[in-house]
């Protein structure tokens, strides 16, 4: 890799202090972005994100995510030092944190609970506004209008708080091959496009944005994989009957991680919790929770403070494997294997509970 002097030059504008790699080794960062530790000769260390150069946009999605989760002043989240492309690669340079999978889960249900009481609505994102305008936190989780809020918020929206999570959210809908082709164009044909899209993901009926932008989406992709049949039958007939998970549940559009299993969360040597590799957007923290219990459960100390801080609807139970059926359905569009199977089984099992 030749972009190696690119980025220290990037990291030393960025801190005001000339960084001089001493090395690098890899670490684990998912399955898109490879992942390293880097070291300099000052002895700093960073944690660096590396892609190919039209995977950028997908990098800017993530910057775009923590910065919004810091923004609460909630829940602790990697510092963004600098992020950039070159010729050939993209780049997403973040403090080195030190973490371990033990520590403080009674603070890391308490805090992502008041993370979750972060809504659109005090966002200022809302009907008839493609973005709007953003509220500073009072370090309570709660925002406060500022004195130049103009426009007047009329109904909260589910879906992504500014454009850049837009692509990550599509990028996680689609084969690892295609986000390889997500490139965002610039000046006023990137905000036309963007626009677009944007009305197209965002509603104020949170069972049509789970039929359409969710088990819809991914139900379609499948059967463009070649995926029918069964999954198809089972998943027309789960769709038709959504409403009947939300008789007497309407969920208010909180801030979402958007993708917080046992692997996207840990802690520093004081026990203190981190949540990184976010998808956020505005849906029902149901969501968050339930993807907590999907690839492995957290510590139970976790639920407990939770609920103790934000109480989980009676209905949740029901309504965890229909939102964890997404991300299986998701999962068996990348990699196949026993995702399709266990996707097939969760819809019979949703299908059976309501008769």
């Not at 493609?130 to 589910?158: C, K, L, M, S």
């Amino acid at each position: 890799m030749n972009d190696w002097p690119a980025i220290a030059a990037a990291i030393s504008s960025a801190t005001g202090k000339i960084f001089q790699f001493a090395g690098q080794r890899a670490t684990s960062g998912g399955y898109i972005n490879q992942a390293f530790c880097i070291a300099g000769q000052d002895g700093r260390q960073f944690f660096l994100k590396l892609n190919t150069a039209q995977q950028y946009p997908v990098l800017l999605s993530e910057v775009a995510g923590l910065n919004t989760i810091a923004a609460t002043r909630t829940l602790r989240v990697p510092h963004v030092i600098v992020h950039g492309a070159t010729d050939t690669h993209s780049y997403l340079v973040l403090e080195y944190l030190a973490l371990s999978a033990q520590g403080n889960a009674r603070l890391l249900g308490e805090q992502l609970a008041l993370m979750h009481r972060c809504t659109s609505r005090q966002f200022g994102f809302a009907q008839d506004n493609h973005i709007g305008a953003t509220r500073q936190p009072n370090g309570h989780g709660d925002y406060e209008n500022p004195e130049n809020e103009t426009r007047h918020v009329r109904h909260p929206r589910y879906a992504l708080p500014h454009l850049n999570p837009l692509v990550k959210q599509l990028a996680n809908r689609l084969s690892p091959q295609a986000c390889k082709s997500l490139v965002i164009p610039e000046g006023e044909e990137a905000n036309e496009r963007l626009r677009e899209f944007h009305v197209k993901v965002t509603t104020q009926d949170w069972i049509a944005f789970w039929r359409e932008q969710r088990l819809g989406f991914q139900l379609q992709l499948a059967k463009r994989n070649g995926l029918g049949g069964k999954l198809q039958t089972l998943g027309d007939k789960l769709t038709d009957v959504l409403p009947a998970f939300f008789t007497s549940y309407n969920p208010t559009p909180s801030l979402l991680h958007g993708d917080l299993w046992s692997g996207n969360h840990g802690y520093l040597p004081d026990g203190a919790p981190v949540i990184f590799d976010p998808a956020v957007y505005y849906g029902d923290r149901e969501c968050d929770l339930a993807m907590t219990e999907l690839f492995g459960e957290f510590a139970p100390g976790f639920y407990h403070s939770y609920n103790a801080h934000f109480p989980l609807d009676a209905g949740y139970s029901a309504r965890r494997d229909l939102y964890n059926l997404y991300h299986i359905l998701n999962h068996a569009n990348m990699f196949g294997g026993g995702y399709l199977p266990q996707a097939a089984q969760m819809m019979t099992k949703l299908l059976a509970r309501i008769g």
